[in-house]
């Protein structure tokens, strides 16, 4: 099938498609269950024992609980860091820096002050993984499916992002309810202490609006960020494999897999912004995350009264701290993820090959 038009929007991206097209061909592959293969999505080597069959429910429910630890650990690892970064969006005045932000919070709360707003953090990011990682495997192959092998190989970045987008969509419902509570504990001094002192407060004063208003500026914090996240991944590991590492994947131990997979997470987080990286993202995000802190800490305001009210530079507030929290969480995230799928055998994806029909097509067989 040719590319659908979310695919061909997302044409102009850093890893774009070659300058040419392909003509529909009916040459469906045929797996030994008669299944179409999927050389992007394909399992791992033949000889390599796994304990689900790829792409089955058993698999995208594997997938999704390493989102979980991924997402949900190393959020709620770095909490302190993202109460001093809340505070500082919402109360510049008070809190000047990231070391007087913890200054401030230790001398009126102490220490356990710093741990605020653990809970909704752990359930909230939790769920967003759950969803945010399920969901890219699901639409992943989905895409594939609907493009055809030869365009999956050709359109393969757009399909990362459109599948990553797609996943990030409803991630974010899941985490909103948990984000506006979350913001609400860390920024709002007296207002509750505990998830359960403050979800039933936030319902009786403003009903379930006041869990999900913060959901839209939520979409466009992460949805940006997460596209460039995994696309960026997907193709560092592609390039590690086919420039780096001395021997192909399939000849790698275990171990080594996950040496490159933390290695691909950090470099796509730190590479320069002309590659669109985690933290070019971040910086073009950060303004939609500074709505969402102060939305969720308000009662009665909308995203745009926030956004002029804050104007051109109170948007940035925070985005030092933020940009510390987004390369160690990114590369932890996918070696968490991808230890999950090592330890419980998971089919895990080879780097992107050229399909045989493709080969010819171009002339590079005989």
Request: proline share 6%.
């Amino acid at each position: 099938m040719y590319p659908t038009t979310l695919t061909q929007i997302a044409r102009a991206n850093p890893f774009s498609a070659p300058l040419f097209t392909l003509q529909k061909v009916e040459e469906p592959l045929q797996s030994h269950k008669g299944q179409r293969s999927r050389r992007l999505a394909a399992a791992a080597t033949v000889d390599e024992e796994v304990s689900c069959e790829f792409g089955s429910s058993k698999y995208y429910a594997l997938c999704g609980f390493g989102g979980i630890l991924s997402c949900g650990l190393t959020h709620t690892a770095v909490v302190p860091l993202d109460l001093v970064k809340c505070r500082l969006q919402v109360n510049p005045d008070k809190y000047k820096s990231i070391g007087n932000g913890f200054a401030v919070t230790v001398r009126e709360d102490g220490v356990r002050g710093l741990a605020k707003g653990w809970a909704p953090t752990f359930i909230g990011y939790s769920m967003q993984g759950l969803c945010k990682f399920g969901f890219y495997e699901v639409f992943k192959i989905l895409y594939s499916d609907l493009l055809g092998e030869e365009n999956t190989y050709l359109w393969r970045t757009s399909l990362y992002l459109a599948a990553s987008a797609s996943a990030e969509f409803f991630a974010d419902i899941a985490l909103a309810p948990m984000e506006a509570a979350k913001v609400r504990i860390q920024t709002q001094p007296g207002y509750a202490n505990t998830l359960r002192e403050c979800a039933p407060k936030m319902y009786a004063e403003e009903g379930l609006w006041a869990f999900y208003k913060g959901v839209a500026p939520l979409w466009m914090r992460q949805i940006p960020y997460t596209m460039m996240k995994f696309a960026c991944f997907e193709r560092t590991v592609e390039m590690l494999y086919k420039y780096v590492v001395p021997k192909p994947r399939s000849e790698c131990t275990k171990p080594e897999q996950l040496v490159v997979t933390f290695t691909a997470g950090y470099i796509a987080c730190k590479v320069n912004s002309n590659h669109f990286s985690g933290v070019f993202c971040a910086i073009v995000s950060h303004p939609a995350d500074s709505v969402v802190s102060v939305l969720n800490k308000e009662k009665g305001s909308t995203a745009m009264q926030v956004l002029k009210r804050l104007g051109p530079k109170g948007v940035w507030k925070g985005l030092i701290a933020r940009i510390i929290m987004i390369g160690t969480l990114t590369a932890l995230q996918w070696f968490i993820y991808d230890s999950v799928k090592v330890y419980f055998r998971l089919p895990r994806p080879p780097p992107p090959e050229m399909p045989e029909s493709l080969k010819k097509k171009l002339g590079l067989t005989e």
